[in-house]
C-alpha cells in the first residue's frame, strides 16, 4: 500500500527521469518500450515529474497511458512540481502556481486527475508553512490532484512532512551508499501510515557494477554536468558519493551478487527487504534494463551475512562522505 493514497502498487515501479531527460539521449520509440517493458513486467507505479524534459517525460508516460485504457489502466501515475518556479525560492510556492503547474501535468499526462503529485525537493521553508498545506487541500478538494506527498532531499524535511496529517508519501534518496533513512525516516513514516518512495535506488549506476574509472558519459548526462552539484543538489548524482570511491565500493557490492542475479537486483532486493519502504523507483534506458530491474521483486530476501556486509562496506567506504550531509 502507498501510504494514505489508499493504493496498492507492486514494489519495484519505474523511474521516469531519464525518459524526459539528463541521461544522454532516448529515443521516443525507445521510451515507450521502456514502459511498455516495465508494465507488462508487472510493474504498476510510474514516477515522473513536469521538469523532465520541460514535460516530455509526463507526455510520454501520457502517451503510453492512452494506449493502455488511460485512468483506468490500472497503473498509478506519480508526477512532481515545483522545480519550474524561477527562481526557485520558497514565496513561489504558492495555490495560484499549484494550479497552475498541476494543470500543465494534468494535460501532458491526459488525465482529469493527478494521482499523486509530489513537491519536487522544495526550499525547506516550504515545508514548514502552514499555507503550503492549505494549498494542497484545497488541489485534492478541487479534484485537480487525488493525494499529495513531497520529494525531499534530507532526513529533518522527510520528518517535517511525515508530521502533516493528509501528506500521503515521501520520495527520499536510500540506496546501499545512502542508509541514514533507516535511522528514523523510514520508522516515522511507518508509524504515521506515510509511504515510502525510495528514489535513486543504484546510485545513478554505480550499483550496476558496471562502472570504473574510464567510464565515460555524455555531456548531456547530469552524471557528466553535475558532479560537484553544479545544476542541482549533488546527491541526486551518484547519491553524492565521490565518484572513484564508488567505483571501488561498488567493486565489493558486485562480489555479493548471488547466482542469477545481476548487481543491480542485489542492490533493488536491498532496498526492498528494507521495512516500511512502499516502492523503489529504479530508471531504465531500454527495455532490458526495466524487465530486469521489476524481477528484482522476485528475488529471496539477502541473507543476513549479505547485510551485515553491505553494511560493513557502507561504514568502511561511504559513511564519511554522506552520512552527516543529508
Known sequence: MLGRTGRSVGVVGLGCWQLGGDWGDVGDETALGVLEAAVDAGVTFLDTADVYGDGRSERL???????????????????KMGRRADPHVADAYTLDAFRAWTDRSRGNLGVDTLDLVQLHCPPTAVLSRESTYDALDTLVSEQRIAAYGVSVETVDEALTAIARPHVASIQIILNVFRRKPLEQVLPAAAEAGVGIVARVPLASG??????????QFAENDHRSYNRHGEAFDVGETFSGV??????????????????????????????????????????????E???????????????????????AIYDERIREHVHGCW
Open 61 to 79: 508516460v501520457g502517451r503510453f497511458l492512452a494506449a493502455r485504457g488511460g485512468a483506468g489502466s490500472g497503473l498509478t501515475v506519480a508526477t
Open 206 to 215: 554505480l550499483l550496476s557494477g558496471k562502472y570504473d574509472a574510464s567510464t
Open 242 to 287: 565521490p565518484y572513484d570511491v564508488g567505483v571501488a565500493a561498488a567493486r565489493e557490492v558486485a562480489a555479493l551478487t548471488p547466482d542469477g542475479a545481476t548487481t543491480a537486483q542485489l542492490a533493488l532486493r536491498w532496498i526492498v527487504d528494507q521495512p516500511g519502504v512502499s516502492v523503489v523507483i529504479p530508471g531504465a534506458r531500454n527495455p
Open 289 to 311: 534494463q526495466a524487465r530486469a530491474n521489476a524481477a528484482a521483486a522476485d528475488l529471496a530476501p539477502l541473507p543476513q551475512d549479505t547485510s551485515d556486509r553491505l553494511r
